[in-house]
């Protein structure tokens, strides 16, 4: 209960911060977008149809209550409504950073625990270089180099795109997630279509995350192992193999759930920079486009989804971590 | 002479993470030194497209008047590489100086005095902190590209609001738990005035956890330039050369086969981030005593009379 009422501010502050940022940029929303374009009269209009010559205390408290509700306006450029970007942008992102999740926990988990529980031999040495140059290396550069390689040399894969213009034509959606959708329709060519489009962005994004993920395993099963409790495990004569396993391992990940929730501002993060690597329609490609065209109010609306996310999910993750972890109470 | 604390680590290292601690360090110099003496190592300047009034082919492979080949609008690549590490090196160092100088008084003050400033500095460092740090960055590096124009200033401004509440984290919280100790009521007790105490006993304590930080972060730093770059919200190709804009442009090119343009600033990338990862690495592995190997003396036995058998 205190951990939600914590929420509430944080939301609070990310929400007058994005606010107040944007009152900041240079010009008023609709002279930025459209100014030059349209006649004095129609930015008057404009303006006063997005709530813009009410006074800034009001423009405040609106905009507080819309975030709240989800209405967060109709772009100035295209007359798309922000949840409409979040439906059909956000489901892309989404498809996109679960798998590349699912990637970085296998991947990151496996090679941190072979590195943590072989400490100090080869293995270890080259699980933590690994670690550190997929950290070192931009999710774009990655993504460049798989591109080189595996559309460019060896042609397996295509480069860009969510799917080929004829799946992307033709495909009923439903879930706004094509590898659901396309199964929905019983189509499995378009499926593969998809997943193939799908498997370069998703395994850069999620080697990205694993880099993280691999050095806090690491680390922690070299804490757990000197615990007391694995002491005790090895005195009562448990053959080693189970001590690991059973004492060492699962307790060496309670804290992943913490900071594979930390993550999730990474991953948006570096969602923004594989879509734009990989031209995928996703909502961070989209955030980029809009603030190229100046369109503050989709920009403002993107930018505020992206903070309540972050808010929900370091909620959810407190909330998972009090009920996997016993002596964490909220 | 007795040797400052903040050096100990450098020495004192043993075994892997010495090893590592001096692979970063040999990186880092490297770059260093690419970007002092820039203008003496790049063949061209990072925007010159011709050379005695003879315009560089355009995307040519690398070949012996340019080793690294050339880029879409001409320029010489190896020149752009070596000068982008000063433009990288230039940034880092604004960027930590900037979030150094707000970031560790902000928590060394927010730490100590506690009380209703503290519990609203938090709010909002923890708020800034949830926020995905690549849109913070973009965001502000876009406000502010009206009034600073987009060049070494504006990026390192925008990296430092992401990094001001990761060192206002640490020191207030190793501030919190250094406050209660004995040596500070002492001086507490004998009348010391808060800023001499935070200053001779706060401040010397907290301090060594800087360094570790501030290396991981100056990688960090290195990723976010090269993000806002890439994404076009970095420098002005025409301000400097810089690695993540190259890399934009490189995209273009994969398809077409061409790897020269984008592989070489990449590689720079990862191998500048790598360094300063790797010293982080290295002084967290000797600093953090939970982590630090125990490293036992053997005990020194009287010489046995017979070899001992081997179980």
Do not use: C
Not at chain 1, 3 to 25: D, K, N, Y
Not at chain 1, 147 to 155: E, H, I, K, R, V
Not at chain 1, 229 to 250: L, N, S
Not at chain 2, 168 to 173: A, G, I, P, S
């Amino acid at each position: 209960m205190t951990r939600l009422a914590l929420a509430i501010p944080t939301v609070l502050i990310l929400l007058t911060m994005v606010f107040g940022l944007m009152r900041v940029a240079p010009g008023d929303p609709i002279q930025a977008a459209l100014g030059g374009r349209v006649s004095a009269e129609e930015l008057e209009q404009r303006r006063a149809a997005a709530g813009l010559d009410k006074p800034l205390a009001e423009q405040y408290f609106e905009y507080l209550g819309n975030a709240l509700t989800l209405d967060l306006g109709t772009t100035i450029n295209d007359d798309r409504t922000v949840t409409s970007i979040i439906v059909e942008n956000g489901s892309a992102t989404l498809e996109l950073t679960m798998i590349a999740f699912a990637i970085a926990l296998i991947v990151g988990v496996g090679v941190g625990l072979l590195a943590g529980r072989y400490r100090d031999t080869y293995i270890d040495l080259g699980g933590r270089l690994f670690g550190i140059l997929i950290y070192a290396a931009p999710v774009f550069f990655t993504g460049y180099l798989a591109q080189l390689l595996f559309s460019g040399t060896l042609g397996w894969l295509p480069s860009s795109g969510r799917a080929s213009a004829i799946v992307e034509f033709e495909l009923e959606t439903v879930t706004h997630i094509y590898l659901i959708d396309t199964l929905i329709a019983g189509d499995f060519d378009a499926f593969w279509d998809v997943t193939k489009r799908l498997i370069l962005p998703s395994v850069t994004l999620g080697l990205l995350i694993s880099g993280v993920l691999i050095r806090l395993v690491r680390v922690n099963l070299l804490q757990t192992m000197r615990g007391d409790y694995v002491e005790a495990a090895r005195a009562r004569g448990i053959p080693e193999r189970r001590v690991v396993i059973q004492h060492a391992f699962r307790n060496a990940l309670v804290p992943v759930v913490t900071v594979a929730g930390l993550q999730f501002a990474i991953l948006l993060g570096g969602a923004v920079l594989t879509e734009q690597t990989f031209n995928w329609p996703g909502i961070g490609a989209e955030l980029i486009r809009y603030l190229n065209e100046r369109d503050y109010i989709a920009v403002q609306g993107i930018i505020t989804v992206f903070a309540l996310a972050v808010v929900i999910v370091s909620l959810l993750i407190d909330l998972v971590n009090a009920f996997i972890d016993p002596r964490v109470r909220y | 002479m007795r040797m400052p604390r903040i050096l100990r680590p450098f020495t004192q290292a043993t075994g892997m993470p010495r090893w590592i601690l001096f692979s970063g360090l040999i990186l880092v110099a490297f770059f260093v030194l690419l970007a002092i003496f820039a203008p003496l190592i790049a063949p061209y300047d990072f925007d010159q497209v011709s050379s005695g009034g003879e315009r560089f082919s355009k995307q040519e492979g690398p070949d012996g008047a340019h080793l690294f080949g050339t880029t879409v609008q001409s320029t010489d690549v190896l020149s752009r590489v070596v000068y982008g590490s000063r433009t990288a090196i230039e940034v880092v160092v604004l960027a930590l100086v900037f979030s150094l100088t707000l970031g560790v008084p902000l928590g060394l003050i927010s730490g100590y005095l506690g009380g209703k400033l503290d519990r609203f500095l938090v709010l909002i460092m923890d708020a800034l902190f949830a926020f995905p740090y690549l849109l913070l960055a973009i965001v502000i590096a876009f406000l502010l590209s009206d009034k600073l124009g987009q060049g070494v200033v504006t990026a390192a401004v925008a990296i430092t609001v992401v990094y001001i509440p990761q060192y206002f984290r640490v020191v207030r919280n190793h501030v919190i738990s250094v406050r209660e100790e004995p040596y500070v009521e002492a001086a507490r007790a004998l009348g010391a005035k808060p800023f001499t105490i935070i200053r001779r006993y706060v401040l010397q304590n907290v301090i060594q956890n800087v360094p570790a930080i501030a290396t991981l972060n100056a990688a960090d730093a290195i990723l976010t330039l090269a993000a806002l770059g890439f994404l076009g919200y970095g420098i002005q190709p025409t301000e400097a050369a810089e690695w993540g804009y190259d890399l934009n442009r490189a995209i273009d090119d994969a398809g077409a086969g061409i790897w020269w343009t984008g592989l070489f600033p990449g590689t720079a990338i990862v191998l500048l981030v790598t360094g300063f990862t790797l010293v982080g690495e290295g002084l967290n592995d000797v600093l953090n005593p939970v982590i630090r190997a125990r490293r036992l003396r053997k005990p020194e036995m009287p010489e046995a009379e017979e070899e001992p058998t081997r179980a």
